[in-house]
């Protein structure tokens, strides 16, 4: 029976392509929606926490100001010393490494091509706390770094900019008033999930950016590599009272600086991206229901116009189950369908999408799988309905409905 | 055609529609007896219960009182299914507005009843087909109601109708809706159906040139059978 209940569903459903379609619009832009934003939401969040995973782990940042940015009026607390880069490095267990950093922006130019980029000044520790491997060329050597020579190692986006068909390592460039040797080029990191373009840099050592272009011996940010025997957040504390007792904060005075754990960075983008995309996936599973009750509203319309069918049916012979089993069947069929066509424009928005979003492909099999039961699941609950009001039809009444 | 038996049997079937004050009693006790293979006209003023019988033989409704039996069967006793189950196994309808599925192949269309009866798809091309051919439309099997005639789309009707080869036709003004043309072809087939097949036909029908084709015509009115007239079918010898 049930076999025959499916052909005549589906034949019903080829008999009427344009209503059949309209019905199931509903449910096609609701699955689609879900598994969008669900495929696009995972993706956001793999690429938040990839960029993240680049900065290091296990890593400190310890930056002047509370929070990111400059935030707030007031002046400007002043960057950290020399002398504070010595002391955490010296007085805190569990500290690997402390790259100090001195930044400033300059436009390099080589052969006519210039590109106006970030100096990032800094020590050799730098890439000891968040390894960057070298595309070409080497790192700076402690006297070139004790000496603060005038040596750069380029990021990607600098190089490709400056240099677009030659060899970048042992030329001599401008950058800012000065002129530098080039003796190494980092490897692609990409694109951050925020802020920027990490490639588009410049790494000179920190004594060079300090006296050319800083002109003071202050700097910017630290990055504190931890051991990984420690617990990052009992070196951050301690990072923390050392830096405060050094910047003569007292008692409930706030601090003027800030350390970030990249790992807690990461858990709460990773967790603000997750509400996100939950925020999204709850509006886009609210059309799925509104795409359900179109089918419900089309069946019922259906039923109503059908009314006469239903009355030959009957009369034929056919009972009450069979008609209830044929509208409930017509119902999920319409859905499924309506399922299977949201899943495939789903793909086709994600394909489209990541490539405007610059975040990695990827393919949600739960999803797609949950995102069709749930269509299917749709079909027998607001199908159910018109499909019991058909069933209940009186075929004398059915027949003579003009 | 000699009669076989009394097929349907009705003793003191009543029938009221609504409750109370504004109850109306559209039967008011009517005894029936139809012969297997027998034609039947059934005829009578609009409100004489010649409608309301019919949808009671067509085991479509049931009596408010009094006794129907069909093939033995106590119809009365039945609930919906199962009275839908005898009307799939033994009976046949032909309306006055055919009742076609629209945007449906006459061929599917004839199908219909033996997709109920859960025929496999040969089976079930093959019956139809042989029931399109009956009625003179095998060549037109592919054709949609809207591609067809009144009287092409009433033959196809008759084709469903019989295509179960169902022991009762019932016919509601089959021929209502036709020109007189028509008509006669319709009546003529049917007829010969019932000639050569032995179906027993019940039609209700307003034209005594109609009902000419029957050789019993019950008569109704006020809810009660006025006369039964046994008569000779036009075109047929006398005994």
Redesign the interface.
Known sequence: ?FG?TL??AL?SIA??KLRSFLTTLGIIIGVAAVVTMVTLGKATTAAVQKSIASLGTNILQVRPGQGFGRGGGGPRPPDFKREDVIAIREQIAGVKAVAAQAQSTATAIYEGANWSTTINGTTGDYFQVQPWPLAEGRYFTGPEEAAGKAVCILGNTVKTNLYPKGEAVGTRMRIGNISCDVIGVLSTRGQAGFGGDQDDVVIMPLKAVQRRFTGSTDVRLMLVGVDDAYQTSAVQSSIEDLLRERRKITGTKTDDFNIFDTKQISDTLTSSTTLLTGIVTAVAAISLIVGGIGIMNIMLVSVTERT??I????????????VLLQFLVEAIALSCLGGLIGLVVAQLAVLGLVGVMKVDWMFEPQINIVAFVISAVIGVVFGYFPARRAAALN??DA?RHE | MASNGTIIRLRGVTKTYGEGATAFQALKGVDLDIDAGDFVAVMGPSGGGKSTTM?IL?C??VPTGGTFEFRGHHVETLD??QR??????Y?G?V?QGF??????SAL?NVE??L????DAKKARHDTAMAALDKVGLANWWDHTPAELSGGQQQRVAIA?AIVTNPDVLLADEPTGNLDSERSIEIMELLSGLNRDSGITVLMVTHEPDMAAFARTVVHFKDGLVERIEKQHRQGEAVA
């Open positions: 029976m025959t052909v005549l034949r008999r009427h006469r069918e009355g030959i049916r009957l009369a034929i012979g056919a009972v009450a189950r069979e075929p004398i027949l | 949808n067509g479509l409704d919906r299914d839908a189950l005898l009307r799939r196994k009976l309808f309306f009742n076609l599925l629209a945007r449906t599917e219909l009843p997709l109920y009866r859960g469903r």
